[in-house]
């Protein structure tokens, strides 16, 4: 579910969430980088339960996230819960109930929800038609919506995914109605996507320009009402520009060709048909988005984009960019070989004892910073060097190839240095992203 739905399911606000993974608390089961948007798993609303309750414990946000990154380690549990405990007696009956939720196994006993889902038909393709709430006739259109909403949180809270709009069930002859919908059943894995996106490319000049991210729906017939007014999608606050270059030309995960969308961000590629209409005086883009559900198993959803303008932009136009024309400075402190020892989203996750990337996924392998500023690094395979493609200065490395100054802090603890670097990635430069790290040792070797 997107984050604005996991918000209402768990009673936590938006901002919170956002902060909550911003601190390594409670991060998305996925973030989809065509949209920008965080899914949660239902499985994750036990998991801000504990983080509720070890704040109701007095715990602070980083007590918590040691507990909650080292769940195997019994014994650092065990010391900051009871370090808490001397310190304020108070809390004692809250404390109790974290050892209670965190070492004790017991069976959970489970009351039936007073609303039950049940299964109107079966297909062969695993489909089904989900029955909901019972209506009185004459229908009432504010009972018809919250009907609607109360069906969708149900199927949600099951792991289903709603592949059709809203329908009723019954008649006038039971003087009730009911409320259903077709459904499939989601997988708990997250699967991996990657389909052929090589297709010849054929222009669509309606296309080229920028388009506005306007939301996420089930089905196309949720983003209009029967007014024909459109309806609000449930987003989690966050907007994104999605750029058409003409040509087809890729820029960070996106190219196209008519009809489709090409989506490839290394670890997953596809392509996603689309759709224009026209409406009261704005252009929409209805795409098929292969995004959390269906990679699970289920249906590709439908992302509504809304045309901005019809500018023929290029890659360097729309790329978030930093002055890397900056003097060089000496730093005693960096010179010498490093190498990657983990990767972060921000500068509080970092932990020398933490839970860590295992090396071989670290797609980032080692730098070696030499006088005079000369920088060679390696990613993957490739070697890069030379100072006009990189070069370093105190305080920043400088990537004059895509024009990104990625800030680097050297920190040491019990000895050892650790120096966190940005890391500028595609999600930084076009993505909207905040700027990830990667944690690199000395290389004595």
């Known amino acids: 579910m997107k984050i604005g739905e996991f918000a209402k399911m768990t009673g936590m606000p938006i901002s919170v969430l ?3 993974d911003k601190e390594g608390l409670l991060c998305p089961d996925y973030v989809d980088r065509f949209s920008g948007y965080r899914y949660y798993s239902t499985a994750q609303i036990e998991q801000v339960q504990k983080i509720e309750l070890l704040k109701s414990g007095g715990l602070s946000l980083k007590e918590i996230r040691d507990i909650l990154k080292n769940a195997d380690d019994h014994e650092l549990i065990m010391g900051i819960l009871e370090r808490r ?4 007696r108070n809390m004692l009956a809250a404390i109790a109930k974290v050892k209670h939720m965190m070492f004790e ?5 489970t009351k039936e929800e007073q609303e039950t889902l049940s299964v109107v038909e079966e297909n062969a393709f695993g489909e089904m038609l989900i029955k909901g709430r019972s209506l009185a006739l004459p229908l009432d259109p504010k009972a018809l919506q919250a009907a609607w909403r109360s069906l969708d949180e149900e199927i949600q809270r099951r792991n ?4 059709s709009g809203f329908m009723t069930y019954g008649g006038k002859d039971k003087n009730e109605i009911q409320v259903v919908a077709e459904v499939v059943k989601l997988g708990d894995e997250i699967g991996e996507l990657h389909e052929d ?3 010849i490319f054929e222009d669509d000049e309606q296309v080229i320009g920028k388009w506005k991210i306007v939301g996420e729906y089930a089905v196309k017939e949720d983003f209009y009402s029967e007014q024909g007014e459109r309806r609000e999608s449930d987003m989690g606050n966050r907007d994104r520009e999605i750029y058409f270059l003409p040509g087809g030309e890729d820029y960070w995960i996106y190219s196209w060709t008519k009809g489709y969308l090409k989506l490839n961000g290394g670890d997953q590629s596809c392509l996603c048909r689309y759709q224009i209409e026209d409406d009261q005086g704005s252009r929409f883009m209805f795409v098929e988005n292969k995004s959390y559900e269906y990679l699970r198993g289920g249906r590709p959803t439908v992302l509504v984009l809304e045309q901005i303008d019809k500018n023929r932009y290029t890659r360097r136009e729309i790329a978030r960019e930093d002055d890397t024309d900056m003097p060089f400075v000496n730093d005693e402190r960096v010179l010498g070989d490093w190498k990657a020892f983990d990767f972060i989203r921000s500068r ?5 004892d933490g839970n860590h990337l295992p090396r071989e996924r670290l797609l980032f392998k080692q730098m ?6 000369f920088l060679s690094s390696v990613y993957m395979d490739e070697t890069t060097s030379g100072k006009e493609i990189q070069s370093w ?10 024009h990104t100054a990625c800030a680097y802090e050297i920190v040491t603890v019990d000895g050892m240095d650790y120096m966190m670097i940005e890391w500028k990635s595609g999600d930084y430069r076009w993505g909207g992203y905040d700027t990830d790290y990667y944690v690199l040792i000395r290389d004595e070797e």
């Open 18 to 20: 956002r902060h909550y």
């Open 348 to 352: 509080e996750e970092f932990s020398p």
């Open 85 to 88: 405990e001397s310190e304020d």
């Open 368 to 373: 070696h910073f030499g006088e005079d500023g």
């Open 105 to 109: 196994k017991e069976e959970k006993h």
């Open 393 to 402: 200065t105190k305080g920043y490395v400088l990537k004059h190839y895509n």
């Open 160 to 163: 289903f995914q709603r592949i």
């Open 197 to 199: 996106i090589n297709l």
